[in-house]
């Protein structure tokens, strides 16, 4: 049982079939499959080995054969989920452009997968993960960055996409949409500068134009993330043509 699949070292590092004894009658896949069933419909306090096995058909003991804990089984649906990604618009094009449209897939599979937001950052990253980074490093084409430089690059630009994310669905779980938040801050503001006591969020705030609260969320995401590609990219792109 367990012995098929250590504690140690990553999930990602041991095969999926042990050379010795019967062929798993499960794979990752369908194990990682149900356990993002679970987590949709009732978040990931519903995803524990006893449940995961009940959906699949076994026992909790033989689930241990295929994942030596429940960190294991939350790093195969992560990586899963991440294989949702279908790199649409982002084979051609410039740098910032092409990262553009991966942060609007990363965007939207946040919030198809709320509960990916509770799960931390694997060690070692999966299949999956790792055909993300060589997408991003195929976007990253023709920027002046070194090879590690890239992979910080891409760091922040994936810790950029989950932030903006993260506040979308907070607002959402709030009851707030984009605007009624924006207009609900600029009002509280407007109120804490009157007194004088602010003088330099005041006069922003004076800039602000009234139509700028109407956008919706989808705006605020890409200018938000234009902004951060820009501060990203810009200082290494070299000029074309």
């Known amino acids: 049982m367990v012995k098929d699949n250590p504690p140690g070292g990553s999930i990602w590092t041991r095969p999926e079939r042990s050379a010795r004894g019967p062929a798993p009658e499960h794979s990752r896949a369908e194990i990682a499959a149900a356990a993002i069933a679970l987590a949709d419909a009732a978040g990931l306090g519903a995803v524990t080995m006893r449940s995961v096995a009940a959906a699949i058909g076994t026992g909790p003991a033989s689930l241990y054969r295929y994942v030596a804990t429940r ?4 790093e195969l649906m992560a990586d899963q989920a991440r294989g949702e990604l279908a790199y649409d618009r982002t084979a051609s094009g410039e740098p910032a452009a092409r ?3 991966l942060a609007r897939e990363g965007r939207a599979l946040y919030l198809r997968h709320r509960w990916l937001l509770d799960i931390p950052t694997a060690p070692i990253p999966g299949p999956n993960a790792i055909a993300f980074i060589e997408h991003s490093l ?3 084409t023709g920027v002046d960055l070194s090879g590690p430089a890239k992979l910080e690059t891409i760091g922040l ?3 950029a996409v989950r932030l903006l994310a993260q506040t979308e669905i907070e607002q959402r779980q709030a009851g707030q949409d984009a605007t009624q938040w924006q207009s609900e801050l600029t009002a509280y503001l407007a109120q804490s500068v009157a007194a004088g ?3 330099q969020l005041a006069a922003v705030l004076a800039e602000t134009p009234s139509e700028d609260l109407a956008r919706q969320q989808d705006d605020l995401f890409e200018r938000a993330m234009v902004r951060i590609l820009d501060g990203l990219l810009l200082p290494h792109c070299r000029p074309t043509g």
Not at 71 to 74: D, F, G, I, K, N
């Open 157 to 159: 630009f994936s810790g």
């Open 71 to 74: 960190a294991e089984l939350l």
């Open 197 to 199: 006591q602010h003088p």
């Open 138 to 140: 195929a976007a990253l």
């Open 99 to 101: 990262l553009l449209a």
